[in-house]
């Protein structure tokens, strides 16, 4: 449930504010792998790992901050390979905890 709503989040910001990826302000600025054809802002990657980390967490307390880390280190992964800023890493991240939490509230 956590993953179709962040997805679902993530679709709709990324439509909403439309920002570009930094290859596409910068041309000279080479990706790992192809730039996806959407938006960049918030970052799926993001918004997906940090959502489930945060329902996993509760669900696995002791082990929360593995959770947290390998969703962290997922989200870094996308500034490393060149198609996303910090910002969009950020703000993913956000989005996700608010995803997480309702998820959460829900199940409980």
Do not use: C
């Not at 959770?67 to 490393?80: C, N, P, V, Y």
Request: aromatic share 12%; proline share 6%; net charge neutral.
């Amino acid at each position: 449930v956590a993953l179709i709503d962040a997805y679902i989040a993530s679709q709709d910001g990324k439509y909403a504010y439309w920002v570009a990826r930094p290859n596409q302000f910068d041309p000279s600025i080479t990706s790992v792998f192809p730039t996806p054809n959407f938006p960049s802002y918030p970052s799926n990657a993001a918004v997906f790992n940090r959502a489930t980390a945060g329902v996993l967490a509760h669900l696995f307390p002791r082990d929360a901050q593995f959770f947290k880390d390998l969703a962290d280190q997922a989200a870094e992964s996308r500034i490393w390979a060149g198609i996303h800023f910090r910002s969009d890493i950020e703000g993913g991240q956000a989005l996700a905890r608010g995803v997480a939490d309702l998820v959460i509230a829900r199940m409980t």
